[in-house]
């Protein structure tokens, strides 16, 4: 069984940064591709970035390119989203995922491909 916790979360102002953090208990953590989603009210759950289990490869969705950067260390069991140059409309909680090891590294979008999911974190952007 693998647990997640994010932290980082919080209030922030229009045009600033946050860095969250997903911290994995487990010791196969480096064989898992990760990624970070994010729900805002009233809305699905939508992909906001993913990596593969060595982080060569990454996925952002069209709303985060440039501005969100995902990175992972196996080391510390961690994963991470950087998030710049915030918006009001990035204002969500954040959910990190975890995939059970994948037999090539590739990087996962879809909702239904993640096993294990964190808690959340709430993100709100004030203008």
């Known amino acids: 069984q693998v647990q997640l916790v994010e932290s980082g979360g919080g209030l922030v102002q229009a045009g600033g940064s946050l860095r969250l953090s997903c911290a994995a208990s487990?010791?196969?953590?480096?064989?898992?591709?990760m990624g970070w989603f994010r729900q805002a009210p009233g809305k699905a759950r939508e992909i906001v970035a993913a990596?593969?289990?060595?982080?060569?490869?990454?996925y952002y969705a069209d709303s985060v390119k440039g501005q969100f950067t995902i990175s992972r260390d196996s080391a510390k069991n961690t994963v991470y989203l950087q998030m710049n140059e915030l918006k009001q409309e990035d204002t969500a909680v954040y959910y990190c995922?975890?995939?059970?090891?994948?037999?090539?590294?590739?990087?996962?979008?879809?909702?239904?491909?993640?096993?294990?999911w964190g808690q959340g974190t709430q993100v709100t952007v004030s203008s």
């Open positions: 995922a975890a995939k059970r090891s994948a037999s090539r590294d590739r990087y996962y979008t879809g909702l239904s491909e993640y096993d294990y």
């Open positions: 487990g010791r196969a953590f480096s064989a898992y591709p």
């Open positions: 990596t593969t289990w060595s982080g060569s490869r990454t």
